[in-house]
């Protein structure tokens, strides 16, 4: 395995050389998994300790078995959120979902509050025919220049009547590194576009290290394994 700070074959190095190059290689395999499994931690105690004071006494484990298991707040909250899902589908939970949003809308604060936490609730978690559908090569933000981008769905609307293109415009995320979770919104004629054979998910490895890794940890160069 090679990594960024293996010394180069034709130089001999030192014992604190080799020493140095060892513990940052141990970091760059540490730090992933130990950050990876912090941060799992982390949430699943905040879940703890936001559902388990809700839950009657007689119904947690700490009552039986007399230790406090970390993760049982998030097994309540799973069943929780599954029931509430299942009675908010039926025709009751239908309804009062939509006497419970009417009410809210009457609020002048709270209607402002609840209608952006429920946008943004259901961009994250839409339903997977929203999904970004093909990562795509972009010439971004002038001719010449190449940028990686994502393709949602084609521009309707306003947007598509008035754009002064003569084909197919498309609605092309564009992501910022290292954070692909901002970016920009852009609009281009099909035309424009290069589709590419990486997932989604290779596309987003790419943005997020800098265009360190890329697909396979191939060569950029060499062409695309058959399957």
């Given amino acids: 395995m090679n990594t960024p ?74 069943i929780f959120t ?61 001719r010449g220049i190449w940028a990686i981008g994502f393709v949602s769905t084609d521009a309707k609307g306003e947007v598509a009547d008035r754009a002064e293109t003569g084909g197919n415009l498309v609605s092309v995320f564009v992501p910022t590194t290292p954070n692909p979770t901002s970016g920009f919104l852009l609009f281009f004629p099909e035309e424009d576009i290069i589709y590419l054979d990486m997932s989604i998910e290779d596309a987003a490895k790419l943005v997020i290290s800098a265009g360190l890794v890329y697909p396979n940890d191939k060569d950029p160069l060499s062409p695309p394994d058959e399957e």
């Fill in 5 to 78: 700070f293996d010394e180069e074959p034709h130089r001999r190095p030192g014992l604190f050389a080799g020493l140095r190059a060892s513990f940052l290689t141990g970091i760059v395999v540490i730090a992933p998994v130990g950050l990876t499994l912090w941060l799992l931690w982390t949430v699943v105690g905040w879940f703890d300790s936001f559902v388990l004071p809700l839950v009657p006494h007689q119904f947690q484990p700490e009552e039986y078995i007399g230790i406090n298991l970390r993760g049982v707040g998030v097994i309540f909250f799973l």
């Fill in 82 to 142: 599954v029931i509430v899902g299942w009675i908010a589908k039926g025709l009751i939970g239908r309804s009062l979902i939509h006497f419970a949003e009417g009410l809210v809308d009457r609020m002048p604060v709270v209607r402002s509050i609840y209608s952006g936490i429920k946008q943004i609730s259901e961009t994250v978690f839409a339903q997977t025919e929203r999904s970004f559908e093909k990562a795509c090569l972009i010439q971004y933000p002038r």
